[in-house]
């Protein structure tokens, strides 16, 4: 299969770890997402693996090359753009999250993908690491029954982060950019929908980073009285000992299951105290697509997930906006 990359800011990783002993897939061309951005270093890292074209014009770039799969990842607020430009020609689509950075242009997205002939799924990648499959494995297998309480965290060191952050407009906020993936987690964990939405969010001490919110909270409602939380922060100090801080702890009838510090903690009425739980095997979310693409199974990650888990963020960002409970 062709694959070309539109943009290098998001996690282009997925698609390079995706096609790691892959020799039948292959990337053929990369060209900028957004005005400004740059593709040199990561064409120049690709050229050494990939005989691929480096384009200035995307649009040029998905008419010459006609790619099976186009991975978008530009800045932020022009996901939606790209997005079109792909489905309106029944490529596959592989695109970061946000998939846009309004609900206008997230109604345009699923409106292009319901006309058209392509497959999609967003770069929620952190679903596929370990400790969050053997969550999901252990909570499908009843292990802590019927899942009532969530509560999220989603921490990263701040850093000096690139112009394109500072503007809610290219930027599109911290909630749906950082926070998604908790959200993201907590529906796919419970198999919950989304009810209702109260949240903040703050640019203090956001260290001259213009727009940019440093730290959010999130209260989602979701079906049959679950509720759910999501703490989002740029506070975490420069000198720890990894860029971020994924937490979740779920509660159900019958246990409690914790995703800490990349282990998976359990207790519930068979277990005398907390248990570690062994880890399930590694994923990648790029392969898992291109199977899917290719009639080999369904992805972990649906087209339908994709939109609700973006419409959540925009939501729950919009309701720190206004400071009102936005109901779906």
């Known amino acids: 299969m062709k694959i070309v990359l539109i943009g290098s800011t998001g996690h282009t990783n997925y698609v390079v770890n995706g096609l790691k002993d892959n020799y039948e897939d ?3 061309g990369i060209a900028p997402g957004s005005e400004g951005e740059s593709v040199d270093s990561l064409y120049q890292k690709l050229a050494k693996d990939y005989d691929l074209k480096k384009y200035n014009d995307y ?5 010459e090359l006609k790619p099976d799969v186009a991975a978008v990842a530009c800045h932020f607020g022009d996901h939606a753009k790209a997005a079109v430009e792909v489905l309106n020609r029944n490529i596959d689509l592989f695109v970061e999250k946000p998939i846009a950075t309004t609900l206008s242009e997230l109604a345009e997205v699923k409106s292009a993908y319901e006309k058209s002939e392509s497959k999609l799924a967003s770069m929620f ?45 290219t930027y599109g906020g911290t909630i749906p950019w950082v926070g998604s993936h908790a959200i993201d987690w907590m529906q796919w964990l419970s198999g919950k929908d989304f009810k209702s939405v109260y949240a903040s969010h703050s640019t203090k001490a956001n260290r001259n980073h213009g727009e940019l919110e440093v ?26 000992t990894s860029h971020d ?5 779920i509660a159900g009838d019958k246990g409690v299951i914790e995703v800490l510090k990349e282990k998976v903690y359990l207790i519930n009425d068979q277990i005398e105290g907390s248990r570690e739980l062994p880890l399930v095997g590694n994923k990648e979310i790029f392969a898992d697509f291109l199977d899917w693409v290719k009639g080999q199974g369904e992805c972990m990650i649906s087209a339908a997930e ?18 009102k409970l936005i109901k779906f």
Not at 215 to 240: K, M
């Open 26 to 28: 292959q990337i053929v």
């Open 59 to 63: 649009q040029k770039m998905l008419d």
């Open 125 to 169: 990648g952190i679903r596929y690491k370990p400790w969050f499959l053997t969550a999901y494995k252990y909570i499908k297998e009843g292990a802590i029954g019927e899942v009532r309480l969530m509560n999220a965290q989603k921490s990263y060191r701040l850093g000096q982060r690139a112009e394109f952050y500072k503007k809610r407009e």
């Open 215 to 240: 730290s959010a909270l999130c209260h989602f409602n979701f079906e049959d009285e679950v509720s759910g939380s999501v703490n989002i922060d740029y506070l975490r100090p420069q000198n720890a």
């Open 245 to 249: 801080d994924d937490r979740i702890r």
């Open 306 to 323: 994709s939109f609700r888990v973006s419409e959540a963020a925009l939501q729950a960002r919009e309701s720190a906006d206004q400071k």
